[in-house]
């Protein structure tokens, strides 16, 4: 029996699970690490307008995320149910659509933040101290670089939806490294002295070592990966078109508006000066390793569970994602008790500036409190991403960001100023978990009737 098969049908599910997010839980966190290493290296400088740059510049980067999770979630979710389904031509259409698509729209961006970059720069609330910083870091990153990152975190989703989770970590991981290495090289003043510029430099350098691995990795496996990049591939069928987009689309407005949201919270936050800035751009660094431990623990059994889900063995995928949701809780609160305790010295890690650790060290300890609430969250909208259930999907991902918090911050920075701001994000986490059980009883009850019915 193929390994890959295996592991999707017959493996216990515990081992299932950790052969298939293992892997992703590492790439997860070596990138996590590298996009901490910009605003790491970039505060030893202890320029507080250089390290409130890269969070400025946060949301826009984001946004390729967005687009990655459109594009490459959506084509995974389809990718796995279609081999469920034992229909590999419509697998490999699948990614042939994705990949093609995120293309053409990564040009189109890059393409009209060049063209609009000064606007772009007032909506992400960069201002005289910081605009010079912002511009430079995104024309990089960007403008320069966005192609060659979408892609990567898209063809990163195919190859793990295709049963090789470990050639998508390998690639995301050496391209993480590489940034690693890079960054003090273009930094410091000891090397090229570029400063946040030099951090943009380093990460575009990563990416497209990244893209360039994937590519190599599809030449090598041409013959036996259900992935294809030929273009002869590629059909605007209905069937496959929305197949990825109305799966893909949840998870793209679960970051897109994640990055609206943190575009307001920086613009909310700007009058407060460069150091309480800063202080929000490390506090959710730090706050994002919880959320990449879900992430990866997410987007590696997605295709276990589209798979079983479509191989109609219901049973298995409940057992996965209950399992995988343990995980998730548990590693959550261990860093809430981490972050709650070691506040100061973990925000003085990424900058010695007091002002900045003072802010940081409240704003993190009041953030992180929603660790837990926001891994049942994101776990459920992986399970009916997997299903192919896009409304609740849809629905909790606007109800996570976007719908609940933007009118929150509003409110609680007129309340409490600065303060209430970092209060959102466990007020909205509640209330997007509350929702989630909702929608999985629903689920539940509904496939558990299913599952019945075949059995008989």
Same mark, same amino acid.
């Given at each position: 029996?193929?390994?890959?098969?295996?592991?999707?049908?017959?493996?216990? =599910?515990?081992?299932?699970?950790?052969?298939?997010?293992?892997? &992703?839980?590492?790439? @997860?966190?070596?990138?996590?690490?590298?996009?901490?290493?910009? &605003?790491?290296?970039?505060? @030893?400088?202890?320029?507080?307008? @250089?390290?409130?740059?890269?969070? #400025?510049?946060?949301?826009?980067?984001?946004?390729?995320?967005?687009?990655?999770?459109?594009?490459?979630?959506?084509?995974?979710?389809?990718?796995?149910?279609? #081999?469920?389904?034992?229909?590999?031509?419509?697998?490999?259409?699948? &990614?042939?659509?994705?990949?093609?698509?995120?293309?053409?729209?990564?040009?189109?961006?890059?393409?009209?933040?060049?063209?609009?970059?000064?606007?772009? #720069?007032?909506?992400?609330?960069?201002?005289?101290?910081?605009?010079?910083?912002?511009?430079?870091?995104?024309?990089?990153?960007?403008? +320069?670089?966005?192609?060659?990152?979408?892609?990567?975190?898209?063809?990163?989703?195919?190859?793990?939806?295709?049963?090789?989770?470990? @050639?998508?970590?390998?690639?995301?991981?050496?391209?993480?490294?590489?940034?690693?290495?890079?960054?003090?090289?273009?930094?410091?003043?000891?090397?090229?002295?570029?400063?946040?510029?030099?951090?943009?430099?380093?990460?575009?350098?990563?990416?497209?070592?990244?893209?360039?691995?994937?590519?190599?990795?599809?030449?090598?496996?041409?013959?036996?990966?259900?992935?294809?990049?030929?273009?002869?591939?590629?059909?605007? $069928?209905?069937?496959?078109?929305?197949?990825?987009?109305?799966?893909?689309?949840?998870?793209?407005?679960?970051?897109?508006?994640?990055?609206?949201?943190?575009?307001?919270?920086?613009? #909310?936050?700007?009058?407060?000066?460069?150091?309480?800035?800063? /202080?929000?751009?490390?506090?959710? *660094?730090?706050?994002?390793?919880?959320?990449?431990?879900?992430?990866?623990?997410?987007?590696? =059994?997605?295709?276990?569970?589209?798979?079983?889900?479509?191989?109609?063995?219901?049973?298995?995928?409940? *057992?996965?994602?209950?399992?995988?949701?343990?995980?998730?809780?548990?590693?959550?609160?261990?860093?809430?008790?981490?972050?709650? +305790?070691?506040?100061?010295?973990?925000? $003085?890690?990424? +900058? /010695?500036?007091?002002?900045?650790?003072?802010?940081?060290?409240?704003?993190?300890?009041?953030?992180?409190?929603?660790?837990?609430?926001?891994?049942?969250?994101?776990? !459920?909208?992986?399970?009916?991403?997997?299903?192919?259930?896009?409304?609740?999907?849809?629905?909790?991902?606007?109800?996570? *960001?976007?719908?609940?918090?933007?009118?929150? !911050?509003?409110?609680?920075?007129?309340?409490?100023?600065?303060?209430?701001?970092?209060?959102?994000?466990?007020?909205?986490?509640?209330?997007?978990?509350?929702?989630?059980?909702?929608?999985?009883?629903?689920?539940?009850?509904? $496939?558990?009737?299913?599952?019945?019915?075949?059995?008989?």
């Amino acid at each position: 029996m193929d390994s890959k098969i295996f592991i999707f049908e017959k493996a216990p =599910v515990p081992r299932a699970v950790m052969e298939l997010v293992i892997p &992703t839980i590492i790439s @997860q966190l070596i990138t996590m690490i590298y996009n901490m290493a910009d &605003t790491f290296f970039v505060g @030893q400088l202890n320029d507080p307008n @250089q390290v409130a740059a890269v969070a #400025l510049a946060a949301p826009l980067m984001l946004v390729l995320t967005a687009l990655a999770n459109l594009f490459g979630i959506g084509g995974a979710s389809l990718l796995s149910r279609s #081999l469920g389904e034992k229909n590999y031509q419509k697998a490999q259409r699948a &990614t042939t659509f994705g990949f093609y698509a995120a293309l053409t729209v990564a040009l189109c961006c890059s393409l009209t933040v060049l063209i609009f970059k000064e606007p772009f #720069l007032s909506l992400l609330g960069a201002t005289g101290d910081t605009r010079g910083f912002t511009g430079s870091y995104l024309f990089w990153v960007f403008i +320069i670089g966005g192609a060659p990152t979408l892609l990567s975190m898209v063809l990163a989703h195919f190859v793990r939806a295709d049963g090789a989770p470990r @050639q998508a970590s390998l690639g995301l991981s050496m391209g993480g490294l590489l940034n690693m290495v890079l960054d003090p090289l273009f930094i410091f003043p000891w090397g090229f002295g570029l400063g946040v510029t030099g951090a943009a430099i380093a990460t575009l350098i990563a990416n497209v070592a990244t893209l360039i691995y994937f590519f190599s990795y599809f030449y090598r496996k041409r013959k036996t990966t259900t992935i294809s990049l030929n273009p002869s591939d590629f059909v605007l $069928h209905k069937e496959i078109s929305l197949g990825v987009l109305v799966i893909g689309l949840p998870a793209m407005l679960q970051t897109l508006l994640a990055a609206v949201s943190n575009a307001v919270l920086n613009i #909310l936050a700007s009058p407060y000066g460069g150091s309480a800035l800063a /202080a929000f751009g490390v506090a959710k *660094k730090v706050d994002t390793i919880p959320m990449s431990i879900t992430i990866g623990l997410a987007q590696g =059994v997605l295709p276990l569970l589209g798979y079983n889900f479509s191989a109609k063995n219901i049973e298995r995928m409940q *057992k996965a994602f209950r399992f995988t949701l343990g995980l998730a809780v548990s590693f959550s609160v261990l860093c809430v008790i981490v972050f709650e +305790i070691f506040a100061p010295q973990i925000v $003085h890690l990424f +900058i /010695a500036e007091a002002a900045t650790v003072a802010y940081g060290s409240v704003f993190l300890r009041v953030m992180c409190t929603s660790t837990p609430l926001m891994a049942v969250a994101f776990l !459920m909208i992986t399970l009916f991403q997997a299903a192919g259930e896009g409304r609740p999907a849809l629905i909790l991902s606007v109800f996570r *960001k976007g719908l609940i918090d933007i009118p929150l !911050m509003l409110l609680m920075n007129f309340l409490i100023p600065l303060y209430g701001l970092a209060g959102v994000q466990p007020i909205t986490e509640g209330v997007a978990m509350g929702t989630a059980l909702i929608f999985y009883y629903k689920f539940s009850r509904k $496939h558990q009737s299913l599952n019945k019915s075949l059995s008989k």
